[in-house]
């Protein structure tokens, strides 16, 4: 891995050499006391390619976020896009697998002297079996090949901690799992070629950054700095573990301090990688953000708009992710001046193609000729064979567990697909979970809680291989639930159950709502005319018909997550007397086949213990 990194720095240095020589030759034979006018002139004259030496230099940026190690295509609705056609109707589209994703991004290099490829976060993490099974090794071997240059961390870059975020980083065995594949002839794992940047994550005992702040890229004298951040409140979304020792900072603080450091070191063309993101107005991944032309970014609302509109004005660009939606906008940076702010969906279904025009006498991006879209990643292109191998030498690994059937269902049972505030899938799940926690032995619980960012597919009735349609495999029950939190079963009083329910759409999930996936026999109603906390309606909770009692304790089962509060629900913390069982995916696989099989599938759910008022 360490000679790639040498191979690509090379490149560049010859390139940059061979460049300088020809200008030095141009100015050099420029009559004495030429101004600096007459030099950036000559400097102008010589071009190559068109794109070469002028005084402005188109730069290339493509880009994407949250691939969760999705190098196979995303089955189901996980693996489309919605497109508006030209006479307003819209049409789904299969998108998404590294294989294209590949063959995307080299075409779009091809004719571009000067292009960068970066990410903003989640790159790894929540990852199907086929990449999670092996701690995401198989997804930085694709990004290496990708040519990715830089990304942030996000969240989940943070979900097995700090130490194995670094093993990505530098390359090692598993310290536990030890090296994978050594018995057909893998090569030991290197670690990543490209930096991950966290500037806003520090050491709580030092002060001092996790990892690299930020990362100059430069080739023939244009040089463009990159910070990346994930969002201040990673550790509301991610286990206590996981973030163990760490501080997270605020966003919009840190770019501006290393911004200003970048300046010092005499880089002035910057672009801001944040694990934050923002939701446009329409799913639709060319609907655009900016319809009236003014560039006030009213397309787009979330967190991002605010941090957009603090950053420092000397930053060029925000590339984002987190809410694995896709936008490119333009929203006013504190001067008032239009900024683009762009997102790539997720799961390697999109790629951001942005070009940044290089003033070489300023060394900045000049603002107004910064241009950008989004592009779907078709599956109409060839495969790269590079990434099919990769993909088909890592199946082959874990074929032997991903394979095993575990149940079976008559019709596609969506989770991440779904729109609807109470998913088919959650309910599902949420089934599971109260039926293997009930027993007075694993817990007795009386109800079960599942946090709907936790759902990261759908289960598909047609079979992904060879195991049949509507049989669920473990590749496809891991890829629902990838995190194996372990189960909790809690006491908790009637007026804590309640403010946890109130706590799905108030607090800090005011803004960004978070609805709770509830088991069968609990029922209420969300009001969504009515804000914060009213939103859950007084006296309509209710299990198995009765009123919640405030005063009353209940038996609650839910992952370790939710049961230490995350997701913004402190509620759940309050539990008391925890029992822990099996982890959430052996709990599911475990009903699956306990309540299925090829003569009886299970049926879709039909979500309706939440009745919404619209």
Not at 231 to 249: R, S
Not at 255 to 271: A, C, D, F, H
Not at 323 to 334: G, R
Not at 354 to 364: G, N
Request: aromatic share 6%; hydrophobic share 40%; net charge negative.
């Amino acid at each position: 891995m360490a000679a790639r990194k040498k191979n690509r720095a090379g490149r560049r240095i010859l390139v940059a050499g061979a460049g300088l020589a020809t200008i030095g030759a141009l100015v050099a034979a420029m009559p004495a006391g030429a101004s600096q006018d007459d030099v950036d002139a000559a400097g102008a004259a010589y071009s190559t390619n068109g794109k070469g030496w002028g005084r402005m230099v188109d730069v290339q940026l493509l880009s994407f976020n949250d691939l969760h190690g999705n190098l196979e295509p995303p089955a189901g609705s996980s693996g489309q896009v919605t497109r508006i056609k030209p006479d307003g109707s819209t049409e789904k589209i299969d998108a998404g697998g590294v294989e294209y994703l590949a063959t995307h991004l080299r075409q779009a290099r091809e004719g571009n002297r000067y292009s960068i490829t970066a990410a903003a976060g989640d790159m790894i993490g929540a990852s199907p079996l086929m990449t999670g099974l092996f701690h995401d090794e198989p997804t930085i071997h694709a990004l290496n090949a990708l040519d990715l240059d830089v990304t942030s961390v996000g969240n989940h870059e943070f979900d097995e901690g700090a130490v194995e975020l670094a093993r990505m980083q530098n390359g090692g065995c598993h310290p536990v799992a030890g090296c994978y594949g050594a018995e057909k002839g893998f090569a030991p794992f290197g670690g990543a070629d490209f930096p991950y940047l966290a500037a806003n994550v520090t050491k709580e005992k030092t002060g001092k950054p996790l990892l690299d702040p930020y990362f100059i890229w430069e080739k023939d004298g244009v040089k463009i700095g990159f910070i990346g951040v994930t969002l201040e409140g990673t550790p509301n979304v991610v286990t206590a573990e996981g973030v163990k020792g760490l501080k997270f900072g605020d966003e919009v603080e840190t770019i501006n301090k290393y911004t200003k450091i970048l300046e010092r070191k005499g880089v002035k063309s910057i672009v801001a990688l944040v694990h934050e993101g923002g939701m446009p107005a329409s799913s639709a991944v060319n609907y655009n953000c900016d319809g009236d032309g003014d560039g006030d970014g009213e397309g787009v609302s979330g967190a991002i708009v605010d941090i957009a509109k603090n950053v420092s004005p000397q930053v060029d660009a925000l590339v984002t992710g987190h809410t694995h939606q896709a936008y490119v906008c333009s929203i006013p940076d504190p001067a008032g001046k239009p900024r683009l702010v762009t997102s790539a969906s997720s799961f390697g279904k999109l790629y951001t193609d942005t070009t940044l025009t290089y003033d070489r006498r300023t060394k900045d991006i000049v603002r107004t000729a910064v241009a950008s879209a989004n592009h779907v990643v078709t599956r109409d292109v060839p495969k790269a064979e590079d990434m099919s191998k990769l993909i088909t030498d890592w199946k082959d690994l874990a074929a032997p567990i991903a394979n095993r059937p575990q149940g079976y269902i008559a019709a596609d049972i969506n989770g991440r697909g779904s729109t609807a505030y109470e998913k088919p899938l959650g309910d599902l799940i949420a089934d599971a979970q109260l039926e293997g926690l009930a027993p007075a032995d694993k817990g007795g619980a009386q109800v079960a809680l599942m946090n709907p960012g936790g759902i990261r597919a759908d289960l598909v009735y047609k079979q992904a291989g060879t195991e049949g349609d509507g049989v669920v495999t473990y590749g496809e029950s891991f890829t629902v639930q990838p995190f194996t939190n372990m189960m909790n079963v809690v006491d908790l009083s009637g007026a804590n159950l309640i403010a946890a329910l109130k706590q799905q759409v108030s607090g800090s999930n005011l803004n960004s709502i978070k609805i709770l996936q509830v088991s069968k026999g609990l029922t209420y109603t969300l009001d969504m005319t009515k804000t914060g906390a009213d939103r859950v309606v007084d006296g309509s909770i209710k299990l198995n018909g009765q009123a919640i009692d405030p005063a009353k304790t209940y038996r609650v089962a839910m992952n370790e997550f939710l049961a230490g509060g995350g997701d913004g629900f402190p509620a759940l913390a309050t539990g008391t007397n925890k029992l822990v069982g099996a982890s959430d995916l052996d709990v599911f696989n475990a009903y699956l086949a306990a309540n299925s099989s090829a003569s009886a599938p299970l049926p879709v759910p039909a979500a309706n213990r939440i009745t919404v008022v619209q």
